[in-house]
Nanobody, 114 residues
Framework: VQLQASGGGLVQAGGSLRLSCAAS????????IGWYHQAPGKQRELVAA????????IYANSVKGRFTISRDNAKNTVYLQMNALKPEDTAVYYC????????WGQGTQVTVSS
């Protein structure tokens, strides 16, 4: 099962974007889902994750208070609302299962200009 991220784009610092994560052939209601990002020359890292049952969330320190992960099981979609974006948030964003990712999709590019 491959999860597909969408919703990226170019935004000025301080702006907002909402990313969406969808899956074909499997409900996202089963299993935790994470948003990850990879900046040029850096390793892929976890940004935020949400559990399946009680929707507990965790965030990287760098995004706490600015990003919000949520899920809509009826729409089989997980979202990442990104506010107060900074140039250092520039990266390719991926969604995948958490804590054990499977096949990586193409991701969606987020570029924050200063």
């Amino acid at each position: 099962v491959q999860l597909q991220a969408s919703g990226g784009g170019l935004v000025q610092a301080g702006g907002s974007l909402r990313l969406s994560c969808a899956a074909s052939g499997r409900t996202l209601g089963i299993g935790g889902i994470g948003w990850y990002h990879q900046a040029p020359g850096k390793q892929r890292e976890l940004v935020a994750a949400i559990s399946s049952g009680d929707s507990r969330t965790i965030y990287a320190n760098s995004v706490k208070g600015r990003f919000t992960i949520s899920r809509d099981n009826a729409k089989n979609t997980v979202y990442l609302q990104m506010n107060a974006l900074k140039p250092e948030d520039t990266a390719v964003y991926y969604c995948n299962f958490f804590p054990i990712p499977t096949v990586w999709g193409q991701g969606t590019q987020v570029t924050v200009s200063s």
